[in-house]
């Protein structure tokens, strides 16, 4: 999870530069792909030092939404959307794919990770879940 995360955060970090130029909206191409990089990035960090429901959760809100704007993009059209520019590439090439396949990785994990039952070391020693690992 927390390397299909990283790649996400690189790809969109690296490839930032190149949205500065989208028309539209009133936010920046290049600043949309650079919170990207760092909400994907401190979630990556999230699930890596506390590993709890809450934390995937992040990161699945992170990754999933990143794969389904790449998709709405690709194959839809829609122009400028509210704040955000058009952002239309229907265009396909090596780094999209990588970027697709880790947020496809870490939103599939991360809903593992909700939906899965506490490990053993997220219960409190009576086995009841402790309250750290819960929403």
Do not use: C, N
Request: charged letters at 15%; glycine letters at 8%.
């Amino acid at each position: 999870m927390a390397a299909g995360l990283a790649a996400d955060a690189v790809v969109h970090w690296v490839f930032a530069s190149d949205m500065a130029f989208v028309e539209g909206g009133s936010i920046a191409g290049d600043d949309l792909f650079r919170a990207q990089a760092i909400l994907a990035a401190i979630a990556a960090v999230l699930v890596v030092v506390w590993a709890r429901r809450w934390t995937y959760a992040v990161a699945f809100l992170v990754a999933a939404s990143a794969v389904g704007a790449l998709l709405l993009y690709y194959y839809v059209d829609v122009g400028p959307l509210g704040p955000l520019p058009q952002m239309y590439d229907p265009a396909w090439y090596t780094e999209k794919t990588i970027s697709l396949v880790g947020e496809g990785v870490a939103a599939l994990a991360a809903l593992a990770g909700m939906l899965l039952p506490a490990r053993s070391d997220d219960r409190s020693p009576s086995g009841a879940p402790d309250r750290a690992g819960a929403f």
